[in-house]
């Protein structure tokens, strides 16, 4: 009887002992932390926060995915922004919170490893993790022959902050007439892709890589454009004004994810015609999906929402936009709504 072997099953142990190495080389040139211990290469990571300043540390977490944006990777041969978008997911969550990134970590499946293309993946999660101002501490790598398609791969990703309990945000201080300030987003960011694409290359037939008008580059570079990292501008936020609470805006829409962060008594005003949407969002609506579809599948130019009083909205703002986002005043809270109300 033939011998068989693990190699010839479709994982290659040796393949993928040098693609840990080529992680190695990617986390090494970058900035050292004091917090971290050790990281890639053991069993597991081991990380010291610096607590000073805090008086009761709380560990905050949050895991996401990229969804089937990661489609239009496959698709388009560009691997390098998933992995900016798989820290994003994650890192905006638990910066709602009020948290400070500390560390992330990545799960990485392939049916085969493909060491080019996979490494390109992982420098994306490191540039996120730069963004993020979080340390990439390690991850896993899994070779599931059969289990994906040809060329096909999957991420999830976990990120893990901390914040005083005492200073943590969380809605509670909400109060009718606070403004709703919506910080832009740089497009579809990583959610209502299975509808995009329905409606691009299912419906209307268009090519990944053709140029359409209004755009001047093709259309997987539009759709590939990496999800924005807030973190910096929720530092800026905390230093400048009281923050009452934050809103990563995801699947669901504005009226799917702000009311998770507001007192049970409140609801929030959005004035449609305040938020600024971007050219993909018109493109993809064409004629094929109802304006309100929009609002509750995709952010549509909204990113993420803070709530400040009325009286600290201009610095609110100089405080976004000296983080190199655009931000304005979209709505307010009122008693006597239910969720989200647009007008």
Known sequence: MKKIDYKGSGVNIEAGDDFVEGIKKIL???KESKELISGVGGFAALFAPDLSGIEEPVLVSGTDGVGTKLKIAFMSGVHDTVGIDLVAMCVNDI????ARPLFFLDYFAAGRLDRGRDLEVISGIRKGCDLAGCILVGGETAELPGFYGEGEYDLAGFAVGIADRKKLIDGG?????DICVGISSSGLHSNGFSLARKALFGERKLRHNGIYPPFTRPLYEILLTPTHIYASAVRELSRSVNV?????ITGGGI???????????LGATI???SVQTHEIFDFIKGDLIEE??????????IGFIVVVSGSELEAALGAIRSCGFNASAIGRLEK?????VFE
């Open 28 to 30: 090494g040139g970058g």
């Open 95 to 98: 910066v709602t919170t009020g």
């Open 173 to 177: 201080k909400a109060s009718p007439g």
């Open 244 to 248: 009452k609470a934050m809103a990563h």
């Open 255 to 265: 009226e799917g994810n702000l009311p998770r962060v507001l007192p049970d008594d």
């Open 271 to 273: 004035n449609k015609s």
């Open 292 to 301: 309100e579809e929009m609002w509750r599948v995709f952010n549509m130019g």
């Open 336 to 340: 006597g709504i239910e969720g989200v």
